[in-house]
């Protein structure tokens, strides 16, 4: 059933929000709900809380700071992102769309996104273009807005309204006439907004923090220009903001530390940790890994320290009892892997009940273990494994002698040892494909004492069972 929701506007009941199937019927916000009840007798209204909207919006701002550390609500029911620097902790812009998409749809929410070099061509094309998504490249955000309506540049109704009357019904229609005349008609305004979506001018993004999140802001009498300068304000920073957080027993999990610069613009680092951490030096290692990447333009005014995410962090014992083994640590180093790499490119490697290599184990976060799950000493595994196997030539007699030889990327390596065979049999339960393969394998050493994971496909009788071509699938 159609859902609606109404408010007063004007003295009259409109229509200010409508679902999926509401908006297939026509009913657009801004509609007499008179007539809009005309149209679908059996409509469901509801009453607008404009309040309870707001304080939504910023929940959810809130709630998306997790993909970036600039978000701002745009009312009445946009999010403003500014991921710059913080993509690739998320797989890239595509992934990082694809995910808050998808997180919120399983929400329940209807919801448009576009990525862009600038505010208002995100704005534009999130609310105005053809697709759900998009990621715009750069520099081509004169492209994609010529298309589009006026309205999509957040001008006021009555320009947009005046615009049409005229005759202009694209953006690219207004890029192609002079700008004097357009000042004239409808003052200043339309030009800045153009000129903010096409890039030519600043648009400085306000951000939103949350009342409870730890923070701490310094402003300097004279504005900074130097990476050592910025060291020092953020070793400042973090001087107050650890013993906060140990104040409340309570670990950074991801930090924001944002520079604010003269031209009211802001460039923001995050850094994320594999587990809590409030130590001030680990903190500080891993933002100033990321000062040589801040522009500080003509000098930067103010910085401040946000702790997007924080965990309970309780004292824990760092060095080992004499008579015990060492306490090892390897955290530090998984964050500073993960804030350069990517964190999806930090992981361990778990296993999983399967003997099919390359289905035995899983990507795991880097500090989590299962005392339970353990790999098996009698089968030792490569270290690497080759995706997908490559070919190999080799000579060996059947049904199950090992290679004598065999050429791998045009270079012919003679076996000094061999052990296996090890037989592997397809998973029934997965096709009947797989019901009757079989894989031998063999790890092998050649005379230079490189070491090899070769298999051979089929038991050397059967042809059913493969078709006898060798593959290399592993490296020790």
């Not at 149209?39 to 309870?52: K, Q, S, T, Y």
């Not at 694809?98 to 094309?125: C, E, F, K, P, Q």
């Not at 298309?147 to 009357?165: H, K």
């Not at 350069?340 to 500090?367: H, K, Q, T």
Request: hydrophobic share 45%; proline share 9%; net charge neutral.
């Amino acid at each position: 059933m159609p859902l609606v929701t109404r408010a007063l506007g004007g003295g009259r009941q409109v229509v200010v929000g409508a679902d999926r199937a509401a908006l297939s019927l026509g009913l657009a916000p801004s509609l007499p709900l008179p007539e809009a009840r005309a149209r679908v007798p059996d409509l469901r209204v509801h009453e607008a809380d404009p309040a309870g909207d707001a304080a939504a919006l910023r929940d959810l701002a809130a709630w998306a700071s997790r993909y970036a550390p600039l978000v701002a609500p745009d009312p009445p029911d946009g999010l403003l992102l500014d991921v710059t620097g913080s993509t690739h902790l998320h797989g890239g812009e595509a992934a990082l769309l694809d995910d808050l998409l998808g997180r919120l749809n399983r929400s329940g929410l209807m919801v448009r996104a576009a990525m862009a070099g600038t505010i208002g061509t995100a704005h534009a094309i999130a609310r105005f273009g053809p697709a759900d998504r998009e990621v715009v490249a750069p520099g081509e955000e004169a492209a994609r807005l010529a298309a589009l309506s006026p309205a999509a540049l957040r001008i006021a109704p009555d320009i947009a309204r005046g615009l049409l009357v005229l005759g202009f019904e694209t953006v690219g229609q207004l890029m192609a006439v002079p700008r004097a005349p357009l000042a004239r008609r409808f003052g200043p305004g339309l030009l800045a907004r153009l000129d903010a979506a096409l890039g030519r001018r600043s648009e400085p993004l306000e951000p939103w923090f949350a009342p409870e999140a730890i923070q701490h802001r310094l402003a300097f009498v004279e504005p900074l220009l130097t990476a050592t300068a910025l060291g020092i304000a953020l070793d400042r920073l973090l001087s107050t903001v650890c013993p906060a957080l140990e104040a409340v027993g309570m670990g950074a999990r991801t930090v924001d530390v944002l520079f604010e610069r003269v031209d009211a613009t802001v460039q923001a680092v995050r850094v994320g940790t594999a587990r809590p951490s409030r130590d001030p030096g680990h903190l500080g290692r891993m933002l100033r890994d990321w000062l040589e990447r801040v522009e500080p333009g003509f000098g930067i005014e103010a910085v401040r320290l946000v702790v997007r995410v924080a965990e309970p962090l309780a004292w824990s014992q760092t060095k080992a009892v004499p008579g015990e083994a060492p306490i090892s640590d390897i955290s530090a180093l998984v964050d500073r892997l993960g804030n350069w790499l990517g964190g999806d490119r930090v992981f361990r490697a778990m296993p999983v009940e399967s003997w099919v290599p390359e289905r035995s184990f899983r990507r795991a976060p880097p500090l989590w273990s299962d005392p339970n799950l353990s790999w098996p000493e009698a089968l030792p595994r490569p270290v690497r494994l080759i995706t997908p196997p490559q070919p190999i030539e080799a000579i060996a007699a059947l049904p199950d002698r090992p290679p004598a030889a065999f050429t791998w990327r045009r270079v012919r390596r003679r076996v000094r040892h061999a052990d296996g065979p090890e037989r592997i049999t397809g998973e029934w339960w997965r096709r009947e494909a797989e019901t009757h393969a079989v894989r031998d394998y063999w790890a092998v050493e050649d005379e230079e004492g490189r070491r090899y994971w070769l298999f051979r496909r089929g038991d050397g009788e059967d042809p059913a069972t493969g078709d006898l071509r060798w593959f290399l699938h592993g490296l020790f």
